[in-house]
C-alpha cells in the first residue's frame, strides 16, 4: 500500500493512448503463456484460457454477422455463468457496449434501462428472456440467448457453431473511449448508468495486482453477480489478467451455497460483502463442518465490515478478511491486504496512485481522528467517464478536483481510514453527532445478535433518538429483558450518549441486489 516499502512494478498504469479491455484479457492469452491453465470452473465443468479465447472470437464472428456494431450498446441480463463472460468480451471485440444490469430485476426497470442506455440488441439466457422477449420491438438489433432460445430470439449457441475458427480483429479504440455501462440498482432513485472506459482494466487491474499479489494456483471467487462492478473486476476481468481461475456459483449465494463451493473448487481467494461472513458465522460450528483450508485470504467491500465480524472470523477460521472500499464509479480505491497489518473496522490506506483526503466543506483537511467528507481526486484514470446522459448529476459529484462520495469518514495517525456512513445515515441527537457503524460494531458483540443497524427516530425533545433494529443468532427469543440486556451492555462499552434508546428486532434487514443494507427502509 502507499505507506508500505513495497516498490511499484515500472509498468504500474502505464496506458497506451489505444487499447480494448478485449485485447488486454483475451488476445495476449498465449503471449503471457497462459493457455493451458484453467480460466474459469463451475459445478458442470471448465474452460482453459485457450478454449476460452477460442469462444469469445467465435461470438465475437457471431455478433458481428448478426448486425452488432462499434458503439451499439447491448444489454447483458445473466446470472454468472461463462457466456456471460464470454459475451462481454466478444462485444468489446467487436466495438460494441456491454450494459450490465442485475438479472433480478423486472421487467419495468429493463424497460427503462432499455430507454436510457440507447440499447439495440440483448444477451440473455432462456429462462430470464422473458422481459426482454416482451419489449422485443425496443430491440431491433435482436435478442441472443443461451440454454435455451426462446421464440423470438438468436441461439446463442448457433452463433459459436456457425463462427469461423479465426481470430476475430478487436477493435481499435482509445483508452479513453467508452468500454461498458454499469447500472446502479436505483436504490436511492432511478438507476444510474455509469460508462467506463477501456483504460479502467489496466488502471483497476494494475490496483488489484499489487493490494494482493496472485499466486500460482489461486482461484477467485466472488459471491456477488458480475453485473456488480467489483464482483466483475475480481472474478472475470483480474483473474483473466493474471491467469487466475475464476470459479462461478451459478445458484444463490446463501451461506450454504458459497461454502460448498469454497470446498469444491477449493478457492483461496474469496470476495464478498460483510453480510455474507455475518451470515457464515451465524451458523453453528460452522468452520468444523466445511473445509475451508484452501482459503488465504477473504475480502470485503460494499458494506462495512465491523471489528467484531473481523475478529470471531478469525477466531473461528483463522483467516483474514480484507476490508476494502469502492465506488461503481471506479471500483476499489483503499483497501487492506497481505502487504500491511490489518486494522480490524478500517477499510486501510489508499492504493498507489490514488488520493483521497478527508476534508471539511471549506476544502480543508481535518485533523487525525475527526470525521469529514471522503473525497478521491477525479484524475484517476480508474475513474468513469461520466454518467449517460446526465451531465448534471456528473457535475454534482466531480468538481473542483474531487469526486464527492457522500460518505464522512476519518483518518487515523497511521494513515488508515474509517467510513463513519453516508451523509444522510449519519445524524444528531441531542445535538451529538451520531455515527452508526460505531454503534453497529459494538451491538455485533452481543453474543445474541447477528446483524444489527441504527437508525435515527425522530423525537421532538432531542432531535432523534437512537434506534437499534437487530437480527437475533438462531435460537434466541425475542424478549423486552433482552433488549434492555442489550442496551445497557453498549451503554457499557462507549459513550453513554451513544447508546440506543430503543432496541428492535427484525426477521431479516431489507438489502440491495448487491447485500448493502437499505437503511432508508428501517427509518420510521
Known amino acids: 500500500m502507499s505507506n508500505m516499502p513495497v516498490p511499484l512494478p515500472e509498468e504500474y498504469r502505464q496506458i497506451p493512448p489505444r487499447m480494448n479491455i478485449a485485447s488486454e484479457l483475451v488476445d495476449r492469452i498465449e503471449e503471457r503463456g497462459f493457455g493451458d491453465r484453467t480460466a474459469f470452473v463451475w459445478n458442470d465443468g471448465e474452460l482453459s484460457f485457450a478454449?476460452?479465447?477460442?469462444?469469445?472470437?467465435?461470438?465475437?464472428?457471431?455478433?458481428?454477422?448478426?448486425?452488432?456494431?462499434?458503439?451499439?450498446?447491448?444489454?447483458?441480463?445473466m446470472h454468472n455463468c461463462h457466456e456471460f463472460a464470454e459475451s462481454v468480451l466478444a462485444l468489446m471485440k467487436v466495438g460494441a457496449l456491454p450494459v450490465l444490469q442485475n438479472s433480478l430485476l423486472g421487467e419495468e426497470e429493463v424497460d427503462y434501462v432499455l430507454e436510457h442506455s440507447d440499447a439495440r440488441a440483448a444477451v440473455t439466457l432462456g429462462d430470464l428472456a422473458g422481459p426482454l422477449v416482451n419489449l422485443s420491438e425496443k430491440l431491433p438489433a435482436g435478442i441472443f440467448a443461451a440454454r435455451g432460445a426462446p421464440d423470438g430470439t438468436t441461439a446463442f449457441e448457433s452463433l459459436i457453431a456457425a463462427a469461423p475458427d479465426a481470430p476475430f480483429e478487436t477493435a481499435d479504440t482509445e483508452a479513453n473511449e467508452p468500454a461498458f455501462f454499469v447500472y446502479t440498482s436505483g436504490t436511492t432513485g432511478r438507476p444510474k448508468g455509469i460508462v467506463h472506459a477501456h483504460r479502467w482494466v489496466i488502471a483497476l487491474g494494475d490496483s488489484n495486482r499489487y493490494r494482493l499479489p496472485p499466486q500460482d494456483g489461486d482461484r477467485a471467487y466472488?459471491?456477488?453477480?458480475?453485473?456488480?462492478?467489483?464482483?466483475?473486476?475480481?472474478?472475470?476481468?483480474?483473474?483473466?489478467?493474471?491467469?487466475?481461475?475464476?470459479?462461478?456459483?451459478?445458484?444463490?449465494?446463501?451461506?450454504?451455497?458459497?461454502?460448498?463451493?469454497?470446498?469444491?473448487?477449493?478457492?483461496?481467494?474469496?470476495?464478498?460483502?460483510?453480510?455474507?461472513?455475518?451470515r457464515i458465522l451465524a451458523m453453528e460450528n460452522v468452520e468444523n463442518t466445511y473445509d475451508f483450508s484452501s482459503v488465504r485470504g477473504c475480502n470485503a467491500t460494499g458494506e462495512a465490515l465491523e471489528a467484531a465480524t473481523w475478529q470471531e472470523f478469525k477466531d473461528r477460521f483463522g483467516c483474514d478478511i480484507w476490508e476494502h472500499y469502492g465506488v461503481s464509479e471506479m471500483q476499489m480505491v483503499l483497501g487492506q491486504g497481505p502487504l500491511q497489518p490489518v486494522v480490524p473496522g478500517s477499510i486501510g490506506v489508499p492504493i498507489p496512485g490514488t488520493h483521497v483526503a478527508v476534508l471539511d466543506d471549506d476544502y480543508n483537511e481535518v485533523a487525525p481522528g475527526e470525521i469529514g467528507h471522503f473525497l478521491i481526486a477525479s484524475d484517476n484514470p480508474g475513474f468513469f467517464l461520466g454518467y449517460h446522459k446526465d451531465p448534471e448529476k456528473t457535475a454534482e459529484v466531480v468538481h473542483d478536483g474531487w469526486y464527492h462520495t457522500g460518505d464522512l469518514a476519518s483518518r487515523d495517525e497511521k494513515g488508515y481510514f474509517r467510513i463513519a456512513g453516508r451523509n444522510d445515515d449519519c445524524f444528531k441527537s441531542r445535538g451529538i453527532f451520531i455515527s452508526p457503524y460505531e454503534i453497529e460494531n459494538v451491538l455485533r458483540q452481543h453474543p445474541s445478535i447477528v446483524e444489527a443497524c441504527i437508525v435515527p427516530?425522530?423525537?421532538?425533545?432531542?432531535?432523534?433518538?437512537?434506534?437499534?433494529?437487530?437480527?437475533?443468532?438462531?435460537?434466541?427469543?425475542?424478549?423486552?429483558?433482552?433488549?434492555?440486556?442489550?442496551?445497557?451492555?453498549?451503554?457499557?462499552?462507549?459513550?453513554?450518549?451513544?447508546?440506543?434508546?430503543?432496541?428492535?428486532?427484525?426477521?431479516?434487514?431489507?438489502?440491495?441486489?448487491?447485500?448493502?443494507?437499505?437503511?432508508?427502509?428501517?427509518?420510521?
Open 222 to 278: 466472488a459471491t456477488g453477480e458480475w453485473s456488480f462492478i467489483s464482483a466483475l473486476g475480481h472474478n472475470v476481468m483480474f483473474p483473466l489478467r493474471n491467469g487466475v481461475t475464476g470459479v462461478i456459483l451459478e445458484d444463490r449465494p446463501s451461506p450454504e451455497n458459497v461454502l460448498k463451493a469454497v470446498q469444491r473448487h477449493k478457492v483461496t481467494l474469496i470476495y464478498s460483502v460483510a453480510t455474507v461472513y455475518r
Open 51 to 77: 478454449e476460452f479465447a477460442a469462444r469469445v472470437n467465435k461470438l465475437a464472428h457471431g455478433f458481428a454477422a448478426n448486425g452488432i456494431e462499434k458503439g451499439m450498446p447491448v444489454l447483458i441480463r
Open 457 to 524: 427516530l425522530a423525537d421532538k425533545e432531542i432531535g432523534n433518538r437512537i434506534r437499534a433494529v437487530c437480527v437475533l443468532r438462531d435460537g434466541v427469543e425475542a424478549s423486552d429483558e433482552l433488549a434492555e440486556n442489550i442496551r445497557l451492555s453498549v451503554r457499557e462499552r462507549i459513550a453513554p450518549y451513544k447508546a440506543p434508546q430503543v432496541v428492535e428486532f427484525i426477521d431479516a434487514l431489507p438489502k440491495s441486489p448487491v447485500g448493502k443494507v437499505l437503511r432508508r427502509e428501517l427509518v420510521s
